[in-house]
């Protein structure tokens, strides 16, 4: 699988959107970029996830950039609930294991 | 509600114990998955099982070992071989194969040692 790499933390004023870059320079064609958050001592919550095209859901957006080498997730309207550590995983087609990074950070204040 | 349970939520081992984590989904998924989580770390792939009956070893299986009897099933033993267990364990499940599917993770067990 691609590595991924991402800052360690940001923050975000609550209301404003938040942008999480994801740097996978080494992703090949058909490695989707999946995005999962965890809220301290939960199990990570699915966000969105893409492959070529830039996606939309009801909580998030993912940009990928032409080249595929890197995205970046949209908060649109960040909330304190918002707060939480946001990984990036590029994952190859048809594998069987999704592989963690240690993520993003995003602290979200009032 | 559909979902996956863990129990228990906290979890304390004495030294040489096994233990054993459970974990149950009503999804009907066919894939499900075992994770360890350090403090201030990312999730670390123990075992997974894409089929009843079958299972394999994740990145970090010594000192575990898991069954797979039934679909809805997953259950984790914590052997006394693994010499540092103190973690927080997270299991998930999936339709079988990874391509364009989602994981849906449990809420977690935390395991101490006493």
């Known amino acids: 699988d691609a590595k991924t790499t991402q800052p360690p933390s940001m923050d975000c004023a609550e209301g404003r959107a938040a942008n999480l870059p994801c740097n996978h320079s080494?992703?090949?064609?058909?490695?989707?970029v999946y995005w999962y958050r965890q809220i301290h001592s939960q199990g990570p919550q699915y966000i969105i996830h893409g492959l070529k095209n830039n996606e939309t859901n009801e909580m998030a957006s993912l940009i990928i950039t032409e080249d595929r080498k890197s995205s970046t997730l949209i908060l649109p309207h960040a909330t304190l609930r918002d707060t939480a550590v946001y990984y990036c995983?590029?994952?190859?087609?048809?594998?069987?294991?999704?592989?963690f990074g240690t993520g993003t950070r995003l602290q979200v204040f009032p | 509600d559909g979902g996956i349970t863990q129990s228990p939520k906290y979890l304390f081992r004495k030294e040489g114990q096994n233990v054993t984590l459970s974990c149950e989904q009503n999804l009907n998924h066919d894939a499900m998955y075992w994770y360890r989580q350090d403090p201030g770390q990312g999730l670390r792939l123990i075992y997974y099982?894409?089929?009843?009956?079958?299972?394999q070893k994740g990145d970090i299986a010594e000192g575990y070992s898991v069954s797979r009897e039934k679909k809805e099933s997953f259950p984790l033993t914590v052997t006394s071989a693994q010499k540092n267990p103190t973690a927080f364990y997270l299991c998930a499940s999936s339709n079988a194969g990874m391509a364009n599917e989602k994981l849906f993770f449990g809420s977690g067990t935390q395991l101490s040692v006493l």
């Open positions: 099982s894409q089929i009843v009956n079958d299972f």
């Open positions: 080494t992703i090949s064609g058909n490695e989707y």
């Open positions: 995983i590029a994952l190859l087609y048809n594998t069987d294991k999704l592989i």
